[in-house]
């Protein structure tokens, strides 16, 4: 799995803050950047700025 944003591929987590809202929602520990695969696309949920 890589991240969408910056491309980092360790340290890709389950965000366990979204308390249910998402299934599958992840979180790069690198850049911040939360977003869920869905049907083989990839959905940005949040992304920190620069």
């Known amino acids: 799995m890589e991240c969408p944003?910056?491309?980092n591929k360790i340290g890709?987590?389950?965000d366990m803050h979204s308390d249910?809202?998402?299934k599958d929602l992840l979180?790069?520990?690198?850049c911040g950047t939360i977003w869920l695969e869905k049907a083989s696309k990839i959905i940005t949920v949040?992304?920190?700025a620069a």
């Open 5 to 7: 944003h910056c491309s």
């Open 12 to 14: 890709i987590e389950i």
């Open 20 to 22: 249910g809202y998402a």
């Open 27 to 30: 979180e790069c520990t690198s």
């Open 46 to 48: 949040n992304r920190k």
